[in-house]
C-alpha cells in the first residue's frame, strides 16, 4: 500500500518561513502526481500545490503563488513544500497526497501548520 507521512509543521510568526517533507513508500511514483492540500477549521480541503514525479509541471493555488514552492528527490521519494511570507490565514492542516495522473487517492496523516501573528 501507498504510505505518505507528513512532517515539518509547527508554530511560526508572520513572515517566517517553514518548510514540510512528505515520504512515500509503497510503490514505485513514475506517473504519479504528488501534492499539497490544506483544511482550516471550519473550512473545505483545498489544494495549495502539485507535481509531477516525472518532469517539471507543477500547479499552485492563487492564493499560495510566489510564496510557496513545491519540490522533489525522487531518489528520497520525498516532495517538500517550501513557504515563505506566511500569513496567519496559511494555518491549517497541512495533507500530502498522491496518485495516478491527476487523481489524489493516497493521503498522509497531516501536519499542523500555525502562523502567529
Known amino acids: 500500500q501507498v504510505r505518505l507521512v507528513e512532517s515539518g509543521g509547527g508554530l511560526v510568526q508572520a513572515g517566517g518561513s517553514l518548510r514540510l517533507s512528505c515520504v512515500g513508500s509503497g510503490r514505485t511514483f513514475t506517473g504519479y502526481i504528488m501534492g499539497w492540500f490544506r483544511q482550516a477549521p471550519g473550512k473545505e480541503r483545498e489544494f495549495v500545490a502539485a507535481?509531477?514525479?516525472?518532469?517539471?509541471?507543477?500547479y499552485n493555488a492563487g492564493s499560495v503563488k510566489g510564496r510557496f514552492t513545491i519540490s522533489r528527490d525522487n531518489a528520497k521519494n520525498t516532495v517538500y513544500l517550501q513557504m515563505n511570507n506566511l500569513k496567519p490565514e496559511d494555518t491549517a492542516v497541512y495533507y500530502c497526497?498522491?496518485?495516478?495522473?491527476?487523481?489524489?487517492?493516497?493521503w498522509g496523516q497531516g501536519t499542523q501548520v500555525t502562523v502567529s501573528s
Open positions: 497526497a498522491a496518485g495516478p495522473h491527476t487523481t489524489f487517492d493516497s
Open positions: 507535481i509531477m514525479w516525472t518532469g517539471d509541471s507543477t
